[in-house]
């Protein structure tokens, strides 16, 4: 296999080539060729995904889910389900792959609808982020959806994914709530979801520890 030679995003990386070394049906192995700063040779092993949809620069898409109810707290909508590379549960954020001649905004909706059986609405969307970059290229863009609880068609919602169960949690006790759920049973946290839960809790109960609030 030839390799494919393309100019380095990184101002510091003076040489840059790639070959494949692993074909999988969602995943490929490759080899990367570089030259550091101070002029060595180095290699790198990463892992690609083979479904990223062309001219869209991310692979998936992870949705920040607010389900808002009449005389109810406002609740984050997780799923809790088997992951094979884990070996156990993880707790997650809705997500998925963006499918061909989808938008981002598109495949958020329907990857919700798809594993919670909610439907929402888009009210924000973030940049391009990377996962795990000293492993992999897998990138994603976190969308943020409100849910209308008290629509009839949100009252008693219908998944189509047999395997994935969704959890509510509360927003104002989210990082509470998931501690509670690691100390009863072997589960993995998503570290998007541990982070946001840290923003969560910054936010409720120590405002002023906030650096914008420190001005």
């Known amino acids: 296999m030839p390799e494919t030679k393309s100019e380095s995003n990184c101002r510091c990386i003076a040489c840059f080539s790639q070959k494949k070394i692993k074909f999988g049906k969602w995943l490929t192995l490759e080899k990367t060729t570089y030259v550091d ?6 290699t790198w092993e990463t892992a690609k995904r083979t479904t ?6 991310a692979d998936g898409v992870a949705i920040i889910a607010l389900l808002k109810r009449t005389l109810h707290k406002d609740c984050v ?14 707790l997650e954020f809705p997500a998925g792959l963006i499918d061909d001649n989808e938008t981002i905004e598109t495949a958020a909706l329907r990857e919700l609808k798809e594993e919670t059986g909610y439907k929402g609405e888009v009210v924000g969307v973030t940049p391009v ?6 492993l992999s290229n897998c990138t994603t863009q976190m ?3 409100h849910i209308n609880g008290d629509d009839l068609e949100n ?4 998944q189509q994914l047999e395997f994935v169960e ?9 990082q509470q709530k998931i501690e509670e759920l690691l100390q009863k049973e072997k589960i993995v946290v998503d570290s998007k979801v541990y982070i946001y839960a840290m923003g969560m809790s910054q936010a409720f109960f120590k405002p002023r520890e906030l650096p914008v609030l420190k001005q």
């Not at 088997?82 to 549960?89: V, W």
């Not at 969704?166 to 989210?174: A, N």
């Open 52 to 57: 990223r949809v062309a001219n869209i620069a």
């Open 77 to 90: 909508v997780m799923v809790r389900q088997f992951r094979p590379p884990m070996g156990c549960n993880t």
């Open 155 to 158: 009252i008693n919602p219908t």
């Open 129 to 134: 982020t990377c996962l795990d970059p000293g």
């Open 166 to 174: 969704v959890i509510l949690l509360p927003l104002d006790e989210f």
């Open 143 to 145: 969308v943020m959806v």
């Open 37 to 42: 700063p101070s002029g060595s040779t180095r």
